[in-house]
């Protein structure tokens, strides 16, 4: 069973930059692509970035340019640094292995307790 701990969040003002971590007790983490998702209040849960098993990030549009995920395969930890938040980026942040079947990725462990972000002047 995938156990996945979210940490990181905070309070920030708007422009400032944060760093979530995701520590993943599921073996061969390596092999797996791991993403963020996020939910704000009174909204679906929505994709925010994954990260393949090679390195390559791909992320929704409107975190482009602004959050770059990155993983270490030693630790079975994904991050996302968060640069120029917004107040819209306000949520609770998730992360979850995904798996690729039939063109579309699926997460599949269970949504852990996830980390608040709160952007706010």
Excluded: H
């Excluded at 917004?86 to 996830?114: I, M």
Aim: proline letters at 5%; aromatic letters at 14%.
């Amino acid at each position: 069973q995938v156990q996945l701990v979210e940490s990181g969040g905070g309070l920030v003002q708007p422009g400032e930059s944060l760093r979530l971590s995701c520590a993943a007790s599921i073996g061969r983490f390596n092999f797996y692509t791991m993403t963020w998702y996020r939910q704000a209040p009174g909204k679906e849960r929505e994709f925010v970035a994954r990260i393949t098993p090679g390195g390559d990030g791909n992320y929704a549009n409107p975190v482009k340019g602004r959050f770059t995920i990155s993983r270490d395969n030693a630790k079975n930890t994904v991050y996302l640094q968060m640069d120029n938040l917004k107040p819209e980026d306000t949520a609770r942040y998730y992360c979850n292995p995904a798996e690729y079947r039939n063109g579309q990725y699926y997460v599949f462990g269970s949504w852990g307790q996830g980390t608040q972000v709160t952007v706010s002047s």
